[in-house]
């Protein structure tokens, strides 16, 4: 149960159209909005009045746990904003929050600004399916754009894994079941290794953060499962060097060869100032399994890999660069952002001059 003055900021946050709301002591309320942090025109908020905030969104065993460990992530419902998760942290010894907004309603790929491809990608039977990028970049929204498709396409048991779950996903034509990291499993290892035994087809899992969990997708993926996972890396080559890097020896050879058999795709996005500012785009590097990449990845030549996604078009794969200076062709992104976010800033300009 919030209190009176939290519901206001967050109805506040939902009717600006807001990602984020921000209260920090000493600080206005503020507001993200197409990426750009705005403050409030209102009084900083106080210690007292931010400890009230924080706490009457927690349980005794929240509030117990955030005692204990100076974090906490939740998700919380809202009448005006929907599912809102909460992110508490200490500054000072003092409690104060991140709360990011996730919508009522799962948008359609092309409000989203998707591939086709990806559509494609949630419809494999099996294997691996990774959505990777920056914090705030919407690979959670990605994620659950799939699994709404799967819902709606596929008569089959769906199994998420998430810390906090953010969509909350009815039954269409699937059963899906959502656990949460704490609340009903301990993590998300333990909940990867018992899943299959709940005879799911497709296995949801919301980050892949150490090597145990990592081992465990893919073996998942490797037994007829499909397996939609998050990964923090900034593009598909670093998604590679992220999963190989947390094993050694014998045990990362074990690893690349189970890529390059169940590996379906990589998506790499990241969410840009529109150019007119007014909301924000997405840009993305699309990797498409296929025998030229699992050939790369069994050899491990993974620096051929931007040279096999650019000539891999006619699958579908793009580049990066090459999505942003579409995305500035059609003009929806101006000219300095497409610059700032290339990752070769030289042959962007060359190829936008």
């Known amino acids: 149960m919030s209190t009176p003055r939290l519901d206001q900021l967050i109805a506040a946050a939902a009717e600006q159209e807001a990602s984020d709301l921000h209260l920090v002591v000493g600080v206005p309320p503020a507001f993200r909005i197409n990426g750009d942090i705005l403050l409030s025109d209102e009084d900083a908020l106080t210690t007292e009045a931010?400890?009230?905030?924080?706490?009457?969104?927690?349980?005794?065993?929240?509030?117990?746990?955030?005692?204990?460990?100076?974090?906490?992530?939740?998700?919380?419902?809202?009448?005006?904003?929907?599912?809102?998760?909460?992110?508490?942290?200490?500054r000072n010894g003092n409690p104060e929050m991140s709360l990011r907004f996730c919508g009522?309603?799962?948008?359609?790929?092309?409000?989203?600004?998707?591939?086709?491809?990806?559509?494609?990608?949630?419809?494999?039977?099996n294997g691996?399916?990774?959505?990777?990028?920056?914090?705030?970049?919407?690979?959670?929204?990605?994620?659950?754009?799939?699994?709404?498709?799967?819902?709606?396409?596929?008569?089959?048991?769906?199994?998420?894994?998430?810390?906090?779950?953010?969509?909350?996903?009815?039954?269409?034509?699937?059963?899906?079941?959502?656990?949460?990291?704490?609340?009903?499993?301990?993590?998300?290892?333990r909940a990867l290794i018992h899943v299959l035994r709940q005879d799911p087809d497709v296995i949801v899992v919301g980050e892949m953060r150490d090597h145990e969990a990592i081992s465990a997708a893919l073996t998942a993926a490797e037994t007829g499962h499909l397996v939609l996972a998050t990964l923090h890396s900034p593009n598909v080559a670093h998604a590679f060097e992220r999963i190989t890097g947390v094993f050694e020896g014998s045990a990362q050879r074990q690893i690349i060869m189970q890529l390059s058999t169940s590996l379906?795709?990589?998506?790499?996005?990241?969410?840009?100032?529109?150019?007119?500012?007014?909301?924000?785009?997405?840009?993305?590097?699309?990797?498409?399994?296929?025998?030229?990449?699992?050939?790369?990845?069994?050899?491990?030549?993974?620096?051929?890999?931007e040279t096999t996604i650019q000539t891999g078009g006619k699958d579908g794969m793009i580049l990066m660069d090459a999505c942003l200076h579409d995305l500035y062709c059609r003009c929806l992104i101006s000219y300095d952002t497409a610059?700032?976010?290339?990752?070769?800033?030289?042959?962007?300009?060359?190829?936008?001059?």
């Open 264 to 305: 379906q795709g990589i998506i790499s996005q990241d969410l840009l100032p529109s150019a007119d500012r007014a909301r924000r785009v997405l840009a993305y590097e699309l990797l498409i399994t296929n025998s030229a990449i699992r050939n790369l990845i069994r050899e491990n030549n993974l620096h051929l890999l």
């Open 104 to 125: 009522r309603h799962i948008l359609s790929r092309e409000e989203l600004g998707l591939p086709p491809k990806i559509d494609e990608l949630a419809r494999r039977p």
């Open 50 to 90: 931010l400890t009230g905030m924080a706490f009457s969104l927690l349980n005794g065993d929240q509030r117990e746990k955030f005692e204990r460990d100076w974090e906490l992530c939740i998700s919380v419902p809202h009448p005006d904003a929907g599912r809102v998760r909460v992110t508490l942290y200490r």
């Open 128 to 189: 691996l399916v990774l959505i990777t990028g920056p914090t705030g970049a919407g690979k959670t929204t990605t994620l659950n754009y799939m699994v709404d498709l799967i819902n709606s396409e596929r008569r089959c048991k769906v199994v998420t894994i998430e810390d906090p779950i953010e969509y909350v996903h009815q039954n269409k034509r699937a059963i899906v079941i959502q656990q949460e990291v704490l609340t009903d499993t301990q993590s998300f290892t």
């Open 339 to 353: 610059l700032a976010r290339a990752r070769n800033p030289d042959r962007m300009a060359k190829r936008a001059g």
